[in-house]
């Protein structure tokens, strides 16, 4: 089962005391993630047929506080970097959950180690952001778009080891998603 909003905005506050951080919402969320767009490897959470829409961007028409709170910033690992994610109400069904979007969702790209071919991040969402600049040029062309998980692909990669890790085989899913409304 998926947590509430309120209590996905009380981990992340507890996160950022424990990381020495303090937690930034809207447009102080923003001046966090204010960086060039680049491909990562983040986990998406989401399941084919999950629709969503992205909170109108703080500070624009159609904003409040209430949808300036789903820009979230805070970091997620001692002394690091904020990271920025959007909390988004997914529907599936008749179930309705709110989980983290982050910018990595939709630049994912990683390499198959079975068959070598890149794998990346598809459909009319991405195609939305191929001329985006930075982060918040992304958020601001995804704010208040309906989107949906249209396919989900399982791909195996190798996980680099760092501080004497070994490096492991693991998978990941990469997304297409589109613009629905």
């Known amino acids: 089962m998926g947590m509430s909003f309120a209590a996905l905005i009380k981990q992340a506050e507890a996160t950022a005391r424990e990381n020495d951080g303090k937690l930034a919402t809207g447009a102080d969320a923003l001046k966090a993630d204010d960086k060039p767009r680049r491909s990562d490897i983040s986990q998406s959470m989401f399941n084919v047929g999950d629709e969503f829409t992205v909170p109108a961007y703080p ?38 959950e709110t ?18 071919q890149i794998v990346a991040a598809k459909g009319t969402a991405v195609e939305l952001l191929r001329n985006c600049i930075t982060n918040n040029d992304c958020w601001k062309v995804l704010a208040g778009k309906r989107l949906k998980v249209v396919d989900c692909v399982n791909v195996p990669y190798i996980r680099r080891g760092w501080n004497g890790q070994p490096d492991r085989r693991t998978t990941t899913n990469v997304l297409t998603i589109d613009v629905i409304g």
């Not at 159609?62 to 820009?71: F, I, K, L, N, W």
């Not at 983290?100 to 198959?112: E, Q």
């Open 59 to 96: 500070g624009t028409p159609g904003s409040t506080p209430e949808t300036d709170a789903r820009y979230v910033s805070a970091p997620i690992s001692k002394g690091g970097v904020p990271v920025l994610r959007v909390y988004v109400d997914v529907k599936n069904g008749d179930f309705t």
């Open 99 to 116: 989980k983290p979007l982050f910018m990595g969702t939709f630049t994912k790209r990683i390499m198959n180690v079975d068959t070598q």
